[in-house]
């Protein structure tokens, strides 16, 4: 590989030497190295095309003069704020905050900008140019802050929202029960709900129901909001019944009744929703377009070529005659960010001091509405993945894609923004999945395999900084998803940001050993399991490798009886931490899961709702599709069910209690 290759590898963010999750050394070859160049849209294939890419790169990152600056400036509260390019000491520059009011100042001895001591978005006019400046607060809303006068230790759920049952749900969970949860959790002690992701997915492919590979993380999925007939007829009562969600029964049976409700708006409704439209402007606006052009063409990769751009004078002209069906869209996004926000309403006037935690998805489909609107700041080319390991011989492609490291600068970070506001409507903190993404991802080009992709670095600071803006204003957690190949330093700069990482029951130990409560780390969520995950009563079962054998998903060097001897070991261990015998009953084993995560200093505990009612079988299992039921098992109770039952009370009772004494451990 050449020199000018490497530089230009370099300049983009790509990881030539890196290291693997067994930190054995490795080095990306060549076409590799070019593949993912050219993914990024910077041309490699001549010496003059290196070049000009190396120039462009730089021109972002490097720019020679403040008419050449991205959009957007990130900086923190109470320093001096880094500018893009040299500007003289002395240069004088104004400053207007969200609420007009102005700030002289002049550029420092170090071509900085004076110290801002309000966070917040502000107007910076300088040598006749105008740019937005973002001034972050040192660190997230954190669980003190939040906890007011109360006690500074808090206990919630994690909730598959499709998951809950009340009567008449009409075959999957929905912001009615949602809210029934939220009341009976707070009238029982508890403060959160950490929830399943919310956002749009495929109303026209109702068959693509992951919760992780959504058209859009901009939009809710109207398949939550509550419908007022959605069990009127004798399908909705059978689909109520099964213990798994029917997607494509569900699909279209609420967006029947949703083309109800929207045909009977009265006019003042009319004028809410329309009120609702012009605040939400763009971002909603082609959603909905999407959406409608998508009712009549079917996928993406179907429609006419002269459609797949979004500023397209043919879809203008479609938007135009279809209006009335793009306001339907509008409609159905309007009522479930409602609903959302009256659920969290619910939660607080219970007392519960977070309310709903909402989860970010990693990725989104390349060919969904986030990819079709925003192009520009998403990765065209690439998709989102994980290299080569222990466990995936070929490494994974997960389907989606994500924010493009230059377009998040080019575009001023608009499209971040927009995306971290979209999933704390309604909501009182955000889980981040995939957490390290803000730092790097492995991105692989289209069609080719997982091994053939790279680390690329992403602008950390910026995005960190952010968060914690975002997480300021919205009174908001922030929690991490950061199991499996992190970076020590990276989880120290998490800390010092005031994003909580995960403590799992399951990772926490040490060899042989289970870690004692007290031991769990302070600084993260404390958790009985995950959806990915075994619960505590399959686990102890062996139902996770039930599936595994039965699906022949071991290693190459496990074996059924190895992995059988070695569960046998794990169970005696976690009994002796949990001071139980490994032959107790399975109430038992679930109160002392639920006590421990409990007993443990983390300012925030989670107990699965699966781990509540004492389930066997996990939400989803990584690394299938159809061959296990993922995201589509219903809880056997309905919610006002669930704590009228004296073993889900007596294990609530258990977490809380723990919690009580848990502050001694700091």
Not at 91 to 118: F, H, K, N, P, W
Not at 253 to 265: G, H, M, N, T, V
Not at 431 to 443: A, E, P, T, Y
Not at 446 to 451: H, K, L, Q, V
Request: hydrophobic content about 40%.
């Amino acid at each position: 590989m050449n020199h000018a290759l490497k530089s230009l590898a370099d300049a983009a963010g790509i990881m030539i030497d890196w290291q693997d999750s067994q930190d054995r050394p490795r080095q990306l070859d060549e076409a590799t190295v070019r593949g993912v160049l050219e993914g990024l849209g910077y041309r490699c294939d001549t010496s003059k095309a290196i070049k000009e890419s190396l120039a462009a790169i730089e021109r972002l990152h490097a720019p020679e003069s403040v008419a050449d600056w991205p959009p957007l400036i990130v900086g923190e509260i109470e320093q001096g704020i880094e500018l893009p390019s040299a500007v003289a000491e002395g240069t004088g520059y104004t400053l207007i905050d969200e609420s007009g009011r102005t700030l002289e100042g002049q550029v420092d001895t170090e071509g900085r900008l004076q110290a801002v001591a309000e966070p917040g978005y502000y107007q910076l006019q300088i040598e006749g140019k105008r740019r937005r400046l973002a001034v972050a607060p040192h660190r997230c809303m954190d669980v003190a802050t939040l906890a007011g006068d109360g006690p500074a230790s808090m206990a919630g759920l994690g909730v598959q929202l499709y998951s809950l049952r009340r009567p008449g749900d009409g075959g999957i969970g929905d912001c009615e029960a949602l809210g029934q949860l939220a009341a009976h959790a707070g009238k029982n002690g508890l403060d959160a709900m950490a929830i399943s992701p919310v956002h749009a997915l495929f109303p026209h492919q109702p068959e693509r129901f992951s919760p992780y590979s959504p058209s859009t993380r901009l939009a809710f999925n109207p398949l939550y909001s509550t419908s007022g007939d959605s069990a009127s007829n004798d399908t909705a009562t059978g689909d109520e019944a099964t213990s798994l969600v029917d997607y494509i029964s569900v699909s279209q049976r609420c967006w029947q009744a949703l083309e109800r409700e929207f045909a009977a708006l009265s006019e003042a409704d009319r004028q809410a929703l329309n009120a609702f439209r012009r605040e939400s402007g763009e971002t909603l606006e082609n959603h909905c377009r999407f959406e409608a052009i998508g009712e009549v063409f079917g996928p993406m990769h179907s429609w006419p070529s002269d459609m797949q751009g979004v500023k397209s004078e043919a879809v203008a002209n479609f938007s135009q005659e279809h209006g009335e069906r793009v306001a339907f869209y509008a409609f159905a996004q309007w009522k479930v960010a409602l609903e959302m926000a009256f659920v969290q309403q619910r939660a607080m006037e219970a007392g519960q001091r977070i309310g709903l935690i909402a989860d970010i998805a990693v990725g989104v489909d390349p060919h969904g509405s986030q990819a079709w609107s925003r192009p520009e700041e998403m990765l065209g080319k690439l998709r989102i993945g994980s290299p080569p390991d222990d466990f995936n011989a070929n490494g994974q492609e997960w389907g989606v894609t994500g924010f493009s490291p230059q377009g998040l600068i080019e575009y001023g970070f608009d499209g971040f923004i927009a995306t971290l506001r979209a999933c704390l409507h309604g909501a009182g903190g955000l889980r981040i999945d995939h957490i390290m993404g803000l730092s790097r991802l492995w991105l692989i080009p289209e069609g080719a395999s997982p091994t053939q992709g790279a680390y690329v670095r992403y602008p950390e600071q910026s995005l960190l900084r952010l968060i914690a803006l975002e997480s300021w204003r919205h009174r908001a957690l922030i929690i991490g998803e950061d199991l499996g190949t992190v970076e020590p330093e990276f989880r120290e700069r998490l800390d010092q940001s005031g994003i909580l990482g995960m403590g799992v029951l399951w990772f926490e130990r040490e060899d042989d050993e289970f870690t004692a409560a007290r031991d769990y780390p302070s600084r993260a969520t404390a958790m009985t399991s995950t959806h990915d995950l075994p619960t505590v009563a399959g686990w102890r079962l062996g139902r996770d490798l039930d599936w595994r054998i039965k699906l022949d998903m071991l290693g190459e060097e496990e074996t059924p009886e190895q992995q059988r001897e070695m569960r046998k070991h794990d169970i005696i261990a976690l009994a002796e931490t949990f001071n139980i015998s490994p032959d107790a009953d399975s109430d038992t084993w679930l109160e002392a899961a639920a006590r421990h995560i409990g007993a443990t200093p983390a300012p925030l505990v989670l107990l699965q709702l699966e781990d509540l009612l004492g389930l066997e079988e996990q939400p989803n299992l990584p690394g299938t599709l159809d061959e296990h039921p993922n995201w589509r098992r219903r809880l056997p109770l309905s919610v006002d069910e669930m704590f009228e039952t004296s073993g889900v009370m007596n294990r609530l009772r258990a977490m809380i209690t723990a919690r009580a004494g848990a502050g001694t451990h700091e």
